[in-house]
């Protein structure tokens, strides 16, 4: 069965632009959870999508929003984007059935860069 | 808010040593998930091994177990014959509606 997938792997951009990311969930699985990860604030939980609807949102800016798909597939978008949004993006997929049982599987990330 | 602590940010181990990761948390559900993932240096975060709240049986994967004390809320990963391919980031996490993560503890396994 194939991991979860993320794309693209590497982004440059620019303050003040915007960035789409995408990842692809592990097959049969309806949660992803969205975590940001620098080495000064470690691991951040962004949000969770299950069945197309944002089920958990973690404490972030306005400017990080999300969606889900019917497919599962799940982008994230940050909008004028600042210096401090550099950070390694990570995407984990689930069942999602009971949010307290689930276990998550990580993608390889996304690592973005803003100059 | 529900905190998670890893108080060694470094630990070391020779190669076929046992090694002990400490982790602690803070909350007051009492059903609730704890696990611990490894993230080598190719960054894809790896499920080590999870852990019900409710379950007083700790938890056991091959070389890697867990000493869960709930009344503590502690929750340590002992690697036992510690191997090359152990050398990692580890990051104890704690799940009830949301995933929160410790800082991470950098696992160094000499030979």
């Known amino acids: 069965k194939a991991g979860v997938t993320q794309t693209p792997r590497y982004l440059i951009k620019t303050r003040g632009q915007q960035v789409t990311l995408s990842c692809s969930p592990i097959s049969g699985h309806r949660s992803v959870s969205w975590y940001q990860q620098t080495p000064g604030q470690g691991l951040q939980f962004l949000f969770e999508?299950?069945?197309?609807?944002?089920?958990n949102k973690g404490n972030f800016p306005g400017r990080f929003s999300g969606r889900q798909f019917s497919n599962s597939r799940s982008e994230m978008n940050v909008s004028t984007l600042e210096l401090g949004d550099s950070a390694l993006y990570l995407c984990a997929s689930s069942f999602g059935g009971h949010s307290r049982t689930d276990t998550q599987y990580f993608g390889p990330g996304t690592r973005l860069t803003v100059l | 808010a529900q905190t998670v602590t890893q108080s060694q940010p470094e630990m070391s181990v020779q190669e076929a040593e046992t090694v002990t990761l400490s982790c602690t948390y803070d909350?007051?559900?009492?059903?609730?998930?704890l696990f611990w993932y490894k993230q080598p240096p190719s960054r894809q975060m790896i499920l080590v091994i999870r852990?019900?709240?409710?379950?007083?049986q700790n938890a056991t994967e091959n070389r890697f177990s867990v000493n869960f004390q709930k009344a503590a809320k502690s929750f340590s990963l002992k690697i036992s014959d510690s191997q090359l391919g152990d050398a990692a980031m580890y990051f104890c996490a704690y799940k009830d509606n949301d995933m929160r993560f410790g800082a991470g503890t950098r696992l160094t396994v000499k030979p």
């Open positions: 852990q019900e709240a409710y379950k007083q």
């Open positions: 909350t007051s559900e009492s059903d609730y998930y």
């Open positions: 999508y299950f069945s197309e609807t944002q089920r």
